[in-house]
């Protein structure tokens, strides 16, 4: 077939295009919305509503902290969904567990997770829970998340039109910046100083658009507020605006001066040497609305305490993607591959014996 996978990380939108969706199954008239690159949920009509889905998986690191992680777990599952502009309702997961796992660490995962669905409004439904030989961290199982709504609430990049504004909130590499503080805290605080790493560590937990999502749609939908949103996880930035242009058969075009950037995340990734922009975002949610309420969706995701700017707009589809950087423009490619999985890895091998504290 002529394909060839990535070294790590998601398949390339060539191993998609080719492989995946020309075999998705039986067709159904009832599918609003399939498996495309840039859509982030898939959502079907069911009677007089519409149901969003999406499929994750299970992510628990034990260096995190089984509480810690079993949070992130439950907001990487949720962060895809509410890009639909509805909300979560239901979840069905399946542990695949290692055999290390002992009763007590299960019950702090299997507590946070509980806690977390509460707090969303989420019911978990139905599941699969065991431990297995060769199953292992951090991907340990898989979940559905749903969430439902009436036809005139969800949103997708098809409804997207030139013109409309294109908002990011948080700024490039959160969850890289995230996960580098968390997992390294000895080598950042030696590096920058306590104050400095506490405040990098702190990043941890705005690794989800949740409440970004939810906030930017309740400004309304469609011809009132948001017409697409993008959760920016592998290949960062540059590649979740390639992906909504994509989807939405347009051009974006971006000034990249103008995005906002959360404290520690440049002086983390220097040191990491990998692009920010580039590097693995949970957190970072793309958003794309009317221009008329552009400035009233900025402001309310300011009082949630969540930064964002307006960076550009959706230009015509020949103008592919545009990235003005210190007023030049140039063309911009997806990224392909995410820098941050060799980084990390490396750093593993390189400063892992720093934070168990062997010399």
């Not at 796992?101 to 509980?114: A, G, S």
Request: negative net charge; glycine residues 8%.
């Amino acid at each position: 077939m002529g394909i060839k996978l990535p070294d790590i990380g998601k398949i390339s939108p060539e191993v998609f295009n080719k492989l995946i969706y020309p075999r998705l199954g039986a067709e159904k008239e009832e599918i609003v919305l399939g498996p495309e690159h840039g859509v982030d949920a898939g959502i079907v009509e069911i009677g007089n509503k519409v149901v969003a889905l999406t499929t994750d998986p299970v992510f628990i690191v034990p260096e995190y902290g089984f509480e810690r992680a079993a949070w992130f777990a439950v907001h990487i599952l949720v962060s895809d969904v509410v890009t639909s502009g509805l909300k979560p309702a239901y979840m069905a997961i399946d542990l695949n567990l290692p055999m290390k796992i002992t009763e007590e660490e299960l019950e702090i995962i299997w507590k946070r997770i509980h806690l977390e669905c509460k707090k969303l409004g989420i019911a978990i439904i139905c599941g699969h829970t065991a431990r297995y030989e060769n199953c292992y961290y951090p991907m340990v199982g898989g979940a559905t998340v749903l969430a439902i709504g009436d036809r005139d609430d969800y949103i997708t990049p098809k409804m997207v039109r030139e013109g409309d504004k294109v908002i990011i909130t948080k700024g490039p590499a959160i969850e890289a910046t995230g996960i580098f503080a968390t997992m390294f805290p000895k080598l950042i605080e030696r590096e920058f100083g306590a104050t400095f790493a506490q405040k990098a560590e702190g990043l941890f937990y705005k690794m989800s658009v949740v409440e970004d999502a939810l906030t930017a749609c309740n400004m309304g939908v469609r011809d009132k507020g948001v017409t697409a949103m993008h959760d920016a996880t592998e290949c960062g930035i540059w590649g979740g605006l390639y992906e909504i242009a994509q989807a939405s058969n347009l051009g974006i075009k971006v000034d990249k001066d103008k995005i906002v950037v959360e404290p520690c995340v440049k002086e983390i990734c220097s040191y990491f040497r990998i692009d920010p922009y580039k590097s693995i975002s949970e957190g970072t949610l793309i958003i794309v609305c009317k221009p008329h309420k552009v400035e009233e969706i900025v402001k309310t995701l300011a009082q949630k305490k969540i930064p964002s700017s307006v960076v550009g707009e959706m230009v015509d589809s020949s103008q592919g993607m545009i990235l003005i950087e210190e007023r030049k423009e140039r063309r911009m490619k997806h990224p392909e591959v995410d820098p941050f999985w060799n980084a990390f890895y490396e750093a593993l091998r390189k400063y892992g014996p720093l934070e168990k504290g062997v010399k």
